[in-house]
């Protein structure tokens, strides 16, 4: 991570003597072609470019040590030019976590230091999502979920030792490239009261029943995650930080006076209230996530579709939004953490038809940085599942073709 940086208006110098896969890092006005750039730059050069959720890649592997699959799967994505991928860093139940990190520490590092070391000598990026199911971590303490709101619960007291933990020992990691919260944390939180979130919270099935004290809100988690990401500064300047979040509610920013449709403008504005404190922008997007149409937009005092396309263009135009004196409100690159179709909605046939839709979106609005959704998932055959020997693998290939594209991109 020895390179210049620029982290939200702050200059960083220093030398680079890495030659295995380097960090990714954002730039927040950085003069690029002689005019200020805000997005991602690789080795100080604009990045663009495709990467793949990896999820259990190290989990598999960290119970026992034995399941080193993994290493063939860095090594096919190396060969379909995947520049980086996005993992579950500790695990996802409490009883793994516990077994697996909390009593088992110095195997837990060695392992994770494997992992780390094996896909930087094939010059691949990770992004460590450090608390993927939040919940597991809530129940591990013994706490309601609604613990993730107060800064002295045992949880979020646990969340900044652990965070701080894992960045000291990687923040210099050549694989390293970014730090992410929690997996879709924010997917609930705008729901009304009345409506118990709580009941699609995920549930371990030893654990105690939860209940109206599970319910959490918008404030709570926001407060997490800007927790998080104050953590993560105060121990690695530099490094990007992600929230991990899903796509906002289609009203989120009515709820909870109506359920009335966001306009496009309001939707980028509660996308800037999801992700306090990071220095990016950052959700999930699947056809799952269209609506019939937006709200009405403020701008052009029309209603849009709420396709996918339309939604990119939406969350791609709030990083040059400028307010009235013409500043930019939120200039902060964005990254599309997710994005996949399922042969179980489609069929085969139809899903490639829909994946050709969705990374031709993404290709048309110029989306800076995404990750496909999934590979070597063997939990999701038949649904999300890719690899280079299934009947999924064009998107392997489609997504070697969208960054040799992407390469010839220029601010």
Known sequence: MKLLKSLLGIALIASSAFTSASPLVTSNGTLVNKKPFYGFLLNGTPFYGVGVNYYDAFTRYVGTGKDTT??????T???????????????????????????????????????????????????LDVFWNWTGWTDMNGEHAAAIGDPNSATRKMMRTVAAEMVL??????????????????????LPDAINNYQWLPHYSTDAKRGPADNYTAPQMLSAIADFSRTVRINDTVTPIFSGNARPRYDAYHLPKSWDPDSPQQVGQILTRDNVGTDTTSMHLYLTDETAAFGTDTVTKTVVAGNYSNTLAAIMARSKE???KGKLVDPRPFFLGEFGVSDADYGAAGAKTKFNQITDAILANKVPMSALWVF?????????NVTATNSRSYQLDKIKAMNATMKTWTP
């Open 70 to 75: 993994w290493m063939a799967g860095l090594t």
């Open 77 to 127: 994505l190396q060969s379909y030019n995947v520049p980086f991928i996005r993992v579950n860093a500790i695990g996802f139940w409490a009883p793994d976590i516990k077994a697996n990190y909390i009593n088992n520490k110095a195997t837990f590092y060695a392992r994770l230091d494997t992992f780390m070391n094996e896909a930087s000598k094939r010059h691949i990026g990770v992004i």
């Open 169 to 190: 020992r990687y923040k210099n990691h050549p694989a390293l490239w970014g730090w992410e919260y929690a997996n879709e944390s924010t997917s609930l939180m705008d």
């Open 322 to 324: 400028v307010d009235a």
């Open 376 to 384: 070597d998932l063997t939990s999701q055959n038949g649904t999300f």
